[in-house]
C-alpha cells in the first residue's frame, strides 16, 4: 500500500546510513537479560572489527549485569537479522556482513539471565 | 406534563444554526472550496444525514462555557492562596503532572489546531460545527493545564520549559509523532484517529481514573482542569461515535476504509496510553485502580459493548486486541522499568516502588507482578542500597512507529521482547509488535521519515555526542535538578521541608520517609 | 455479552440530584462512588428525566446543564428537551 495523497507522494529515508557521517547503527540484543529494557542502539564505523565491537562496545554497554563480568565472547552463539550467524572476530562489521541497521542477537550458554530472565 | 419549551425547539435550533446558515456555492465549485474531502477516499452521499445529538447551539455553547471556566478558575485561585501544592500526598505525585504537562498539554493545543483544520474542510455545516467547537474547547483545555500548572512551577522542577521539550526529548517523541501522524493524515482519518479511537475509546483511561487518582492524592487543581476539561469530552465522545456511525451508514464502500484507520488508531493510542499506564500504577503515592482494573472498565467492558453496537455495520473489533488486553498485566512494570533506567536523561524524576507499594502490585497483577518484575525492582534495590543507583547508559532501539523504545514482551512469553524487522526498498526498519509493523507496511513511505530521537542524536542533530551534553543543552533539562533519582533531589528535600522533617541526609530509609 | 451504558459525573452537590434522580427513573442501574466522581451503569439503556430531576433539584432544569457535570459517557446519545438517553442498540 502506499499513502493516499492529492499529489504524487514520495519521500527519502531519514536514516539512511549517508546521514550517520561515515558510521553506522547497530542493536545488540540480549535475551534473557531484562535489567535492560530493549535492545542497544549502538553507533559504530562499519570498519571496526566485530571482536573490537564486542569488546569496545557491547562489553561496557552490558557490565552493569552481574552475568557480564565472565562473559566470553568466543562462546557467543549469534544472530543477526534472526538468522544464524558465525562472525568472524578480525573481520569488520562491514566484512562480516553487518550491515546499517542489523539487529543482532547475543546468547552466550550458561548465561541465561537471573531470576528466568526478569533481570 | 408540558413541555417546557415556549421558544424554538432544541431541534429547530440546531436546524437552523447548521442547515439553514450555511449555503451552496454559486461562483465557485464544491471541490474547490473543499479540497480534503474526496482523496481518503470516503463516500459522503448526503451530507443533511449528519446528527449532532446534543444539539448544543453557538448561545448555549459560550454560557455552558463561561460557566466552566468560572467554576474552575475560582478553584485555581483557592488552590494557589492556600499554597495546595502543600497538601498532596507525596512531591512524587508531582512527577506526574511534569509528564502531563510535557506530554499530554501539547497534544490539546496540537487538537485545537487539528480541529480548526478539519472544521474548514468539510461541507456539512453540521460537521463543521461541531469540529470548531472541539477545536475551541482544546484551546481551552491546554490554556487551564499550563494555569494550573504554572502553580506548581513555582514550587518544583522539571516544569519550566514544556513547549521546547515536546519538540525535542526522546519520550516526548511518542504523544508527539502520534498527533503528527493523525493531523497529517485526511479530514476523515483525523476524526477516527482522534474523535473515535482516541476521544470515544481510550482517553477515559487517561482523564477519569487518572484524573479521580489526582483528587485521591489531593490535587485540587489538576483534578478540576480534568474534570472540566472531561465534561467537554462527553461532546467530544459523541462526535466520535457518530462520525463513525455517518461515514459507515453513507455508503458500503466505507467499511473497509474505516475498519484500517480503526485498527491503526486503536493500536497507535494503546502504545501511548502506555506512559499513563505507569503514571496510574506507578506515579500516584495513593493508588485508586490498577491499570489493569481500568483497562478492564474502560477497554475491555466499554470497548466491548461499543464495538458489539458497531457489528451491525459490518465493523469488528481492533485487529491485536487479544495483544493489547494480554498486555494489561505487563505494561505499566516494563514502561516504569524503562524510565527508572533512563531517568539522567528525562524531566521528572523516577524510584523504586517501596515495599508497600510492590505488595500492592502484588495484589493487584497476581500473575506477573513477583513472577518478572518484583526480582528486578529488588536488584535494583539493592545496587542503589549499596550507592550504585542503575542507569542505563547506551541508548535503546525505538520502534520506527509509535517511538517507544522496543520493551514489549510477546504476547504469551513475558520474558522475550517482542522485535519485529523488516526491509523497504533496501532500508531496514525494527518495530515494537505486529500492530506497528502492520501499520508501517500500509503506508511506508510515511513512517520511513520518522523523526528518532535516538537516530538523531547519532547522526549529530542534537547538540552534542554525550547523553550530558544532549540532555542539558538541546532538551533544557537542568542536569541534578529535573533528572535522576527523586530520592535526594532538590523536590525531594524541599518537600521534606514542607512537611517539617529533617533535611535530607542521603540516609536509606528517607525513601520510606517520603 | 454485558454490554453496560454509563455516566460519569463530578461528585458535586448538583450532581447528588441528578444521580439521585437517575437511580429513581433506573431501577436496574448502578451506583459507584470513587475519588472525586460517581459512575452510574445500567445494562444497555440509562436515562435522565428532565422532570424527575427537576423535582429532586427544585427548580427548573434544562437538560443540556448536565454538560457542566459530566465526566464521561458510554453509548449511543439521544437528547431532547424533556431527556437525556444514552443507549447500546444491538
Known amino acids: ?119 | 406534563m408540558a413541555t417546557k419549551n415556549k421558544k424554538l425547539s432544541l431541534k429547530d435550533k440546531y436546524q437552523y444554526l447548521t442547515r439553514d446558515m450555511a449555503w451552496e456555492p454559486s461562483y465557485q465549485k464544491k471541490e474547490d472550496i473543499f479540497p480534503y474531502e474526496r482523496f481518503e477516499g470516503i463516500k459522503i452521499t448526503d451530507w443533511d444525514k449528519w446528527e449532532d445529538p446534543f444539539r448544543l447551539t453557538m448561545d448555549a455553547y459560550w454560557k455552558y462555557q463561561a460557566e466552566k471556566e468560572k467554576k474552575l478558575y475560582a478553584i485555581f485561585d483557592a488552590f494557589a492562596q492556600n499554597n495546595g501544592h502543600q497538601n498532596i500526598s507525596d512531591a512524587r505525585y508531582v512527577n506526574a503532572l511534569k509528564l502531563f504537562l510535557t506530554g499530554v498539554s501539547p497534544l490539546e493545543y496540537g487538537a485545537f489546531q487539528g480541529y480548526a483544520k478539519v472544521g474548514r474542510h468539510f461541507s456539512g455545516a453540521g460537521a463543521r460545527v461541531a469540529c470548531q467547537m472541539q477545536s475551541i474547547d482544546e484551546l481551552r483545555h491546554v490554556q487551564t493545564q499550563l494555569h494550573a500548572m504554572s502553580h506548581y512551577n513555582k514550587h518544583f522542577n522539571g516544569l519550566h520549559d514544556f513547549a521546547h521539550m515536546h519538540d525535542r526529548v526522546w519520550f516526548l517523541s511518542v504523544p508527539k509523532s502520534f498527533f503528527d501522524d493523525a493531523r497529517s493524515a485526511g479530514p476523515f482519518e483525523f476524526l477516527t484517529a482522534i474523535s473515535f479511537s482516541f476521544e470515544y475509546v481510550l482517553t477515559n483511561l487517561l482523564f477519569v481514573p487518572f484524573m479521580s487518582g489526582a483528587a485521591y492524592n489531593g490535587d485540587m487543581a489538576t483534578v478540576t482542569f480534568g474534570f472540566s476539561a472531561q465534561s467537554d469530552e462527553a461532546r467530544h465522545m459523541t462526535l466520535g461515535l457518530e462520525v463513525i456511525k455517518f461515514m459507515l451508514e453513507q455508503h458500503e464502500d466505507n467499511v473497509p476504509i474505516v475498519q484500517h484507520w480503526i485498527d491503526k488508531w486503536f493500536w497507535r493510542g494503546y502504545r501511548l496510553l502506555s506512559l499513563v499506564s505507569m503514571m496510574m500504577d506507578y506515579m500516584l503515592p495513593n493508588k485508586v485502580m490498577s491499570w489493569k482494573d481500568a483497562w478492564e472498565v474502560y477497554y475491555e467492558q466499554n470497548g466491548g459493548a461499543l464495538f458489539k453496537d458497531l457489528e451491525r455495520y459490518g465493523i469488528r473489533p481492533p485487529k491485536y486486541q487479544d495483544v493489547a488486553n494480554d498486555g494489561k498485566n505487563h505494561i505499566s512494570h516494563q514502561l516504569w522499568s524503562t524510565f527508572y533506567q533512563y531517568s539522567h536523561a528525562t524531566n521528572f524524576h523516577t524510584w523504586l516502588p517501596s515495599a508497600a507499594e510492590m505488595d500492592w502490585l502484588s495484589e493487584q497483577y497476581p500473575d506477573t507482578f513477583d513472577k518478572y518484575y518484583r526480582p528486578r525492582f529488588e536488584h535494583w534495590q539493592k545496587m542503589q542500597d549499596k550507592g550504585e543507583r542503575f542507569y542505563n547508559n547506551t541508548l535503546p532501539q525505538l520502534c520506527q512507529v509509535c517511538q517507544v523504545p522496543t520493551l514489549f514482551t510477546e504476547h504469551g512469553d513475558p520474558t522475550q521482547l517482542s522485535l519485529r524487522t523488516l526491509e523497504h526498498e533496501g532500508e531496514r526498519y525494527h518495530f515494537c509488535s505486529d500492530g506497528c509493523c502492520d501499520i508501517f507496511k500500509y503506508e511506508p513511505e510515511k513512517y520511513i521519515q520518522s523523526w528518532l530521537p535516538v537516530h538523531q542524536i547519532y547522526q549529530g542533530n542534537c547538540e552534542g555526542a554525550d547523553v550530558e551534553t544532549v540532555v542539558s543543552k538541546y532538551y533544557h533539562i537542568n542536569i541534578g535538578q529535573d533528572n535522576f533519582d527523586y530520592v535526594g533531589s532538590p523536590d525531594h528535600q524541599r518537600w521534606q521541608a514542607i512537611k517539617g522533617n529533617r533535611p535530607l541526609g542521603g540516609d536509606d530509609d528517607s525513601r520510606d520517609a517520603a | 455479552m454485558s454490554q453496560l451504558a454509563f455516566i460519569v459525573f463530578q461528585d458535586n452537590d448538583n450532581a447528588r440530584y441528578l444521580v439521585e434522580a437517575i437511580a429513581e427513573d433506573n431501577p436496574h442501574a448502578e451506583v459507584q462512588h470513587h475519588p472525586a466522581m460517581i459512575r452510574i451503569q445500567a445494562e444497555k439503556r440509562l436515562v435522565i428525566n428532565r422532570a424527575t430531576v427537576e423535582e429532586k433539584i427544585g427548580r427548573e432544569w434544562d437538560v443540556q446543564e448536565m454538560l457542566l457535570d459530566v465526566i464521561s459517557i458510554g453509548g449511543n446519545v439521544d437528547e431532547d428537551e424533556d431527556h437525556f438517553i444514552l443507549e447500546w442498540k444491538n
Open chain 1, 1 to 119: 500500500m502506499s499513502v493516499k495523497a492529492l499529489y504524487q507522494y514520495s519521500a527519502e529515508p531519514r536514516d539512511l546510513q549517508a546521514n550517520f557521517n561515515g558510521m553506522q547503527l547497530v542493536y545488540l540484543y540480549w535475551p534473557n537479560h531484562l535489567l535492560f529494557c530493549s535492545p542497544f542502539a549502538f553507533l559504530a564505523s562499519p570498519e571496526m572489527s566485530m571482536g573490537e565491537f564486542c569488546e569496545q562496545v557491547v562489553r561496557p554497554a552490558i557490565a552493569a549485569h552481574p552475568q557480564a563480568a565472565g562473559l566470553d565472547f568466543g562462546q557467543a552463539q549469534w544472530q543477526l537479522n534472526n538468522q544464524p550467524f558465525s562472525p568472524d572476530p578480525a573481520l569488520s562489521l562491514a566484512q562480516n556482513g553487518v550491515a546499517h541497521k542489523a539487529l543482532l542477537t547475543l546468547r552466550v550458554p550458561g548465561l541465561d539471565g537471573i531470576a528466568g530472565g526478569a533481570i
